[in-house]
């Protein structure tokens, strides 16, 4: 008896009704009491959560939902046997250190095994209603092949049947099957796998719960998932990358614009300033240096090369101030007052063909 009862005693974590401690790993079987305060109200702690899956009981190492949640991988092909024993054994490990153990699908996620979307058709498929069609199915075929007898596929109905009425998972029929050794893992697969050819089965589920979500994965990837707090802003970057596109395009196209030079004409104070603004802008504007309405484009003498204000009406009636000259050509960015500016250099020889320097910052006046 004393052999028997060492034999049930089983690594769980346990709670203190009395006193209330817990204790994790620990050996328990019915009627031990409690290291802490000898109260013999001491039982097992079950872990709140929504499925068996979440509250399984991983104190120890991994737990029966581990390996059904890894089968079902190997089975759909996500995930290698050697895969899911090296995650079994990262629990083990977990544990032995006295460490939260993680359940095994965060762990295959952790290693690039599987990826969210998969850990969530596994979860899904994993948990079973009681008679269900694909269950029918696959016992009839089972029987047929002569793998189990009508008792033992009842005995499992049966097992599904408590569970479920006790608010617990019911387990799929094909891993009922092979876990109590009934049919082989090879016997299931084929049977899954012929299940599959008609559109039925576990097996055709986690094909078709994948097939599903990648038609929806490229978007999902690019708004992030429901609900995510990043999807309105990439929803908005997207609705904004049209307008942003038409403005490089429009950008490319055009160019970056024209410049004009200007100088600026305040005599009080004296400012001389000399700067560049877009071509388009309405004359005179505002110096950049003394903030005054004196600013004026600046215009090269096609007869000596001097540089100086147009200040008038479009420049009719504008003279050089040096050579009293009325030919002159604009000082702007474009390639056409570069190329004639370039020509004056050229024929007044200055420069030998090469651009003036800049002027500096305080400018100069024209007719210094």
């Not at 047929?144 to 009508?150: D, E, H, I, Q, S």
């Not at 589920?205 to 990439?234: F, H, M, N, Y």
Request: charged share 25%; with cysteine.
């Amino acid at each position: 008896m004393a052999e028997d009862s060492a034999q049930k005693r089983t690594p769980r974590t346990v709670k203190c009704g009395h006193c209330g401690a817990v204790f994790k790993n620990r050996p328990w079987a019915p009627g031990d009491t409690c290291p802490k305060c000898d109260s013999d109200d001491l039982a097992p702690l079950l872990i709140s959560g929504a499925t068996d899956y979440e509250r399984a009981d991983r104190s120890s190492a991994y737990s029966i939902e581990d390996i059904r949640f890894g089968r079902l991988a190997q089975w759909a092909e996500m995930a290698t046997p050697k895969q899911v024993q090296f995650a079994l054994h990262q629990q083990n490990l977990a544990a032995r250190a006295g460490q939260r153990v993680p359940d095994i699908g965060a762990l295959l996620m952790k290693d690039k095994v599987i990826d969210r979307r998969q850990y969530e058709v596994i979860l899904n498929v994993r948990r079973a209603k009681p008679g269900s069609r694909e269950d029918v199915e696959l016992g009839q075929a089972a029987v047929k092949l002569g793998y189990v007898t009508p008792e033992q596929i009842a005995e499992c109905r049966r097992h599904q049947e408590e569970a479920d009425a006790a608010g617990r998972d019911a387990v799929p029929l094909a891993l009922l099957l092979v876990e109590r050794r009934l049919v082989q893992e090879n016997q299931m697969l084929a049977l899954l796998k012929n299940a599959e050819r008609g559109e039925s089965g576990i097996l055709h589920r986690l094909r078709q719960a994948q097939v599903d979500e990648t038609r929806e994965e490229p978007l999902e990837r690019i708004l992030g998932a429901k609900g995510s707090q990043l999807r309105p802003v990439r929803i908005a970057a997207l609705a904004a990358l049209p307008v942003l596109l038409a403005g490089v395009w429009f950008f490319l196209l055009k160019g970056p614009g024209t410049f004009a030079t200007v100088e600026c004409t305040n005599r009080s104070p004296r400012c001389g300033a000399v700067f560049a603004v877009p071509a388009a802008t309405k004359f005179p504007c505002a110096c950049l240096e003394c903030k005054q309405k004196t600013a004026y484009p600046q215009a090269m003498c096609r007869n000596c090369g001097a540089t100086f204000p147009v200040v008038g009406m479009g420049g009719y009636g504008v003279m050089c101030p040096k050579c009293r000259s009325t030919q002159f050509v604009m000082v702007t960015t474009s390639s056409k007052s570069k190329q004639e500016r370039q020509e004056i250099l050229q024929k007044v020889g200055k420069g030998k063909g090469k651009a003036p320097p800049p002027p500096p910052r305080g400018g100069h006046r024209a007719g210094d």
